[in-house]
């Protein structure tokens, strides 16, 4: 039972890249699924999150107009859509996903996937 990223890579900034996140041996058509990021030396971070049903999206504020979350429940599939990417942006990107959702922080997440590496440089 494990979540699994694609999608990352190095881009230039201004770039976009769009991650997927799929259930590999679960479903997720009733969790709350969020990407969270790290970069190093820092603590891993909300990006965004969205509800089981997408009526409830939330974005941190340093990717607002910029990132869109979105899921294929029939595809057990969360994308994230990054646009005008920025050196700020460089981290490890996971996905996660909980049964009940409140905030999109990191301890509200049970199922975590392995990550996968954004570099966002010229």
């Known amino acids: 039972l494990q979540l699994v990223e694609s999608g990352g890579g190095l881009v230039q900034p201004g770039g976009s890249l769009r991650l997927s996140c799929v259930a590999d041996g679960f479903t997720l058509e009733n969790s709350a699924v969020g990407w969270f990021r790290q970069a190093p030396g820092k603590e891993r971070e909300g990006v965004s999150c969205?509800?089981?049903?997408?009526?409830?999206?939330d974005y941190a504020e340093s990717v607002k107009g910029r990132f869109t979350i979105s899921r294929d429940n029939a595809k057990e599939t969360v994308y994230l859509q990054m646009n005008n990417l920025k050196p700020e942006d460089t981290g490890v990107y996971y996905c996660?996903?909980?049964?009940?959702?409140?905030?999109?922080?990191?301890?509200?997440?049970?199922?975590w996937g392995q990550g996968i590496q954004v570099t966002v440089s010229s």
């Open positions: 996660a996903s909980t049964l009940l959702y409140r905030y999109c922080a990191a301890a509200d997440f049970a199922s």
């Open positions: 969205i509800s089981s049903t997408s009526y409830i999206t």
